[in-house]
């Protein structure tokens, strides 16, 4: 596949992948998700792989979820395939593909994890940040939600109240904040990101294959009756995206104005 929104590198047992367009802060669009979820698949394909590590390119940002500047007027992102679940981007997909990839993904995250790029991070295995790391939920401000593994599963990791908070309030928390919930596994100087990152996958790469991947299976079964719920949600979203409501909130973050949802509130 010709690679154009991510870079893709393995070595020595490590697959790493970096999401690649630091214009917009690795803000994703259809193409991006269809090259991460071709190099997940790329990297659980092949046996000398035990590790992958999931980064973003330049020093601002992991990811900062959907591009808003391809958002279109009609609500989707753009991409009418059937496996764009309505919503234009195959994000279900994705986060499957990170689930069900039976190594253990790292998440490096090296400057801004916000909205889908948030989610991210908080379904990859692991989470090893920055110091100057910022993370956070912005989809109420941009007129969207994830309502399955963003919300219930995040639940899980840092308790209800917590989750609420983060969704309601949309606010942006340290890296040495999010450790403190257990939402990151370690803080590390930035510049000694990606190889913390490194170090741990070569620990991982040390251990039983079998036993690492029945143990993430293990993991995943205890929250697996949350793929129902992001199935629900991704259509939910796809008849939300189409509502003025939504469109307020994209049209807002573009025209970088004020958000005006209290005519919405009925
Ligand atoms: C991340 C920020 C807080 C950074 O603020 P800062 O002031 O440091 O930088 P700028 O705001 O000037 O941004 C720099 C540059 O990047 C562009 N940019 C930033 N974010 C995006 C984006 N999401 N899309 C497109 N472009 C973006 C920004 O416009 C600037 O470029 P200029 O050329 O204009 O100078 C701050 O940028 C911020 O709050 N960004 C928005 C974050 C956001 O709202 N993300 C989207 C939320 S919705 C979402 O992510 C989402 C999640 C899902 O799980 C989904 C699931 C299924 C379908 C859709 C989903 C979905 O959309």
Known sequence: MELTDILYEKENGIATITMNRPKVYN?????????????????????????????????????VGGDQKEKGDEGGYGYNGGLGGGIGLEVENLHQTIRNIPKPVI???????IGGGHVLHVICDLTIAADTAKFGQSGPKV????????????????????????????????????????LVNKVVPAESLQ????????????KSPT?????????????????????????????????????????????????????FRR
Do not use: H
Request: net charge negative.
């Open 27 to 63: 803000a994703f669009r259809a193409q991006t998700i269809k090259e991460l979820i071709w190099a997940f698949r790329d990297a659980w394909d092949d046996n000398r792989i035990g590790a992958v590590i999931l980064t973003g390119a330049g020093e601002k940002a992991f990811c």
């Open 107 to 113: 998440a490096a995250v090296n400057g801004f994890a």
């Open 143 to 182: 007129g969207s939600y994830d309502a399955g593994f963003g919300s219930a599963y995040l639940a899980r990791i840092v308790g209800e109240k917590k989750a609420r908070e983060i969704w309601y309030l949309c606010e942006q928390y340290t890296a040495e904040e999010c450790r403190e919930m257990k």
């Open 195 to 206: 190889e913390a990152a490194k170090e741990w996958a070569e620990k991982i790469l040390e």
């Open 211 to 263: 036993a690492i991947k029945m143990l993430k299976y293990s993991f995943n079964a205890d929250s697996a009756n949350i793929q129902g719920i992001s199935q629900l949600s991704m259509g939910s979203l796809a008849m939300f995206y189409d509502t003025e409501e939504s469109q307020e909130g994209k049209n807002a973050f573009m025209e970088k104005r004020p958000v005006e949802f209290n005519k």
